[in-house]
């Protein structure tokens, strides 16, 4: 007699995501797992987009739960987690702009059916498009005599087909962080003497573009796979033709996280092609919560997200809480596709203040103090060299400064120093030195 399927409950967390999350919640509906075992929850962070009517009016198996205000991913998931029934085994977590196919979920149930010391079972994240890779390669030359850093040309656009791809495009090497001009929603990026730019690939083969400049008029090498075009640019920004198109390819997200001596969570193969190297089963530093299957007694005996993080880190708090009791192992034989940052930039400055901000406060809470101290030594550090590439240098050179970055990373400190001095509740963010 066939035993049966465990109930799992899928939790996603809507904030104006419109026709993406309903597009995530279908696909859930899609999952291969049998109906009366899988719930789906909706949880509607204080959206005006009608998804949540649009999701009760033709979904069906949905349970919805409405909040007036926005949350934050942490506060809106743990009202998902709320009220777990005895009888839900697994509790899955899916991101609004993650896609599954059907077969998602029974190669991470497998893995935690098998061990019972496993707290979350991580699928392979790919990203949502597929891409090709641009090489740029050219002379570095020293961007002013107040900055020494070398460089070749500077990307401040991208397009595909006419159509604005730069938030869709990803920096994979040899460039030197994004940063912002006043008045741009987006941040440009300094290229070094070789980089590699990767761009998303729109059906029909499309004409796809750069706007690129340079500290003086130079000339760099753009390739494309086996093609290649010696283009000729300027102070003046310029948008320039790429070469035929390369191969696409696959992108990793994700496959588990890893951290870092100094706090950083880091996407384990981020960006990297895919070609399965992490298609072998791993142990992992911590889980994703763009998509993760956990344990109900998992969340039982650990808890929730600790809401006062609101966005970013919390996934990493609450593993670091649930070691070293449990473990956390991928299950790359399940594949989702995950647009990554669809409703920000990864470098906007509430996306910058969180991310600091919270990397600090998980680091103050789970990590020695002499780590903690130098952490934030380093941190400071790195906020004025930021504040002298943005404000000091360009002042000096008769420009605009940009506060964007220096603001950021100054307000997260600022209210970690709130937080750990006791101006903030109880909880997690009061310092507990090892």
């Not at 995530?24 to 959206?47: K, M, Y």
């Not at 991101?95 to 979350?120: H, Q, Y």
């Not at 008769?398 to 307000?411: D, H, I």
Request: aromatic share 8%; net charge neutral.
């Amino acid at each position: 007699m066939t035993e049966p399927a465990p109930e799992v409950r899928v939790v996603v967390v809507n904030y104006n995501g419109g026709e993406m999350t309903l597009a995530c919640l279908r696909a859930i509906q899609a999952t291969d797992w049998p109906r009366d075992a899988l719930e789906t929850v909706l949880v509607d962070n204080g959206s005006s987009d009608g998804v949540l009517e649009a999701a009760e009016r033709d979904l069906d198996r949905i349970v919805t739960i409405r909040s007036d205000t926005n949350l934050g991913f942490a506060g809106g998931a743990n009202l998902g987690l709320r009220d777990l029934p005895p009888a839900t085994a697994y509790v899955a977590i899916v991101n609004n702009d993650v896609t599954v196919p059907a077969t998602w979920l029974r190669p991470l149930a497998t893995v935690l059916a098998s061990d019972p010391t496993c707290g979350a079972a991580c699928p392979k994240i790919l990203l949502a498009d597929r891409y090709e890779a641009v090489e740029v390669v050219g002379d570095p030359v020293r961007l002013s005599p107040l900055d020494r850093r070398e460089v070749t040309v500077r990307i401040s656009g991208v397009r595909v087909g006419g159509d604005d791809v730069l938030r869709r495009t990803r920096f994979a090497a040899g460039f030197l962080g994004p940063e912002f001009q006043p008045g741009d929603a987006l941040p440009f990026q300094w290229a070094s003497a070789r980089a590699t730019v990767l761009l998303p690939v729109l059906p029909g083969a499309p004409a796809r573009e750069l706007r690129l400049s340079a500290p003086a008029r130079r000339s760099v090498v753009l390739r494309t796979g086996a093609e290649e075009r010696t283009v000729t640019v300027g102070p003046s920004p310029t948008w320039v033709e790429l070469p035929a198109p390369a191969e696409p390819f696959d992108v990793i997200n994700n496959v588990g996280s890893e951290l870092e001596p100094d706090g950083y969570a880091r996407d384990r193969g981020y960006l990297e092609r895919d070609v399965g190297q992490f298609d072998d089963a791993a142990d992992v530093d911590a889980w994703c919560g763009a998509a993760v299957l956990l344990p109900a007694s998992y969340l039982r005996t650990v808890g929730h997200f600790d809401d006062r993080l609101f966005a970013y880190y919390e996934d990493v708090e609450l593993s670091l809480r649930g070691r070293p009791r449990w473990r956390y192992r991928t299950a790359p034989e399940s594949v989702v596709r995950h647009v990554h940052m669809a409703t920000s930039s990864a470098s906007a400055p509430r996306a910058l203040y969180f991310n600091e901000r919270n990397r600090l406060l998980v680091l103050s809470r789970y990590a020695p103090r002499r780590t903690v101290v130098k952490a934030v030594a380093r941190y400071v550090a790195s906020t004025l060299s930021y504040l002298r590439r943005d404000v000091v240098n360009p002042l000096v050179h008769g420009r605009r400064p940009s506060w964007t970055v220096g603001l950021a990373r100054t307000r997260a400190l600022r209210d970690c120093l709130r937080a750990w001095c006791g101006a903030a509740p109880a909880g997690p963010w009061s310092p507990k030195w090892q």
